[in-house]
């Protein structure tokens, strides 16, 4: 879910746009190298999983105080620093990781979401060489581990969304995702489908999505993506559909809160479980890049306000939103449209 911002060069633009989506494929699981049995780099790696990212990054720093050759720890340290948005630590942390453990995929895979990630703040001639380190970080990736469909997804989305001069292009894309077609057909249908939404041509990406539910894969993180494509549409049957499917898979899921909530405010019905649903969300669930944001979290709890006629706490919770990501154009708008929003008598 994802303003106006002023005009830029069309080079400028599209070697952003590059970066712009590259946390949003599929999130990565860590490797099993990174996730010790015990340990304080285990202990940290916890830490993470809770959202309690600085008290993890202690830890870590004195891991790496006294081994400075911990692959895993820097890896952690890295992982932390990009959840708190320190592109730069977390490029530091990334590179220090492959000094020591340069074949590792995943380790490649996020140092090129950082390097990503960065793109988005830096000046234009930065942002070419940025995106240009994103694509050969995602390159090795997938040299290093074919079988990585994580880093598979981000960089075809690399080829489809950058410029041919930082090394994009749409028939890279499709060759990337012939290969993935040959590993893992549910993750194919999603890439093409995933390709025609970005081209609005959703008459070609939901067939794509409806392939994927008949394959009824065996993880939710396919379904989400299926809900987020009806959610733009907006077709709240359609997201209940996915959503459903997901709690079929793992019914104990942290983002099943998020997705039924929304269902429901889309739906414009059972608003008081929505609500519940949300907040429960956003005090259960920590803020990291791979599950729903708590600014989309907060954005859809100011929907179901506004439809409530309670404009203030709408109000108050779009801005909430907008504090928590000011690139929430959904957040923005809506907020701008609560002039139309009339306290119930």
Not at 262 to 280: F, I, K, N
């Amino acid at each position: 879910m994802k303003g106006s911002a002023p005009r830029r060069s069309k080079h400028r633009a599209a070697a952003i746009l590059c970066a712009l989506a590259l946390v949003a494929a599929l999130p990565v699981a860590p490797g099993q190298a990174a996730r010790a049995a015990n340990g304080p780099v285990a202990e940290a790696s916890r830490l993470f999983d809770t959202g309690d990212y600085q008290q993890a990054i202690t830890l870590l720093r004195g891991v790496v105080a006294q081994d400075m050759g911990r692959a895993d720890a820097h890896y952690w340290l890295m992982r932390c620093y990009f959840e708190l948005g320190n592109w730069d630590q977390a490029i530091a942390s990334a590179e220090r990781a492959l000094e020591f453990a340069s074949n590792e995929s995943d380790y490649h895979l996020w140092l090129g979401r950082a390097y990503g990630r960065k793109a988005e703040h830096a000046g234009m001639f930065s942002a070419f060489s940025l995106a240009k380190k994103t694509r050969q970080q995602f390159e090795e990736a997938v040299r290093l581990n074919p079988s990585n469909l994580s880093a598979r997804r981000d960089l075809i989305e690399f080829y489809f969304s950058a410029p041919g001069i930082v090394g994009g292009g749409e028939d890279k894309a499709q060759r990337q995702i012939e290969e993935l077609s040959r590993l893992d057909p549910v993750e194919a249908h999603l890439a093409r489908a995933q390709f025609y939404a970005d081209k609005r041509k959703t008459e070609l990406a939901e067939p794509e999505y409806r392939q994927v539910l008949a394959a009824q894969p065996r993880r939710v993180k396919p379904y989400y993506e299926i809900a987020d494509f009806y959610l733009a549409r907006p077709d709240a049957a359609r997201v209940e559909e996915a959503v459903e499917r997901a709690a079929r898979v793992d019914p104990r899921d942290p983002q099943l809160n998020f997705y039924r909530g929304v269902a429901r405010v889309l739906a414009g019905s059972r608003l008081a479980e929505a609500e519940q649903m949300l907040r429960m969300y956003l005090s259960m669930v920590p803020n990291r890049s791979d599950y729903a944001s708590h600014s989309a979290a907060h954005h859809w709890l100011g929907r179901l306000y506004a439809r409530q006629g309670k404009c203030d706490a709408a109000g108050d919770e779009y801005r909430q939103a907008i504090k928590l990501d000011s690139n929430n154009k959904n957040a923005q708008q809506a907020l701008r449209g609560l002039k139309n929003c009339a306290n119930p008598k």
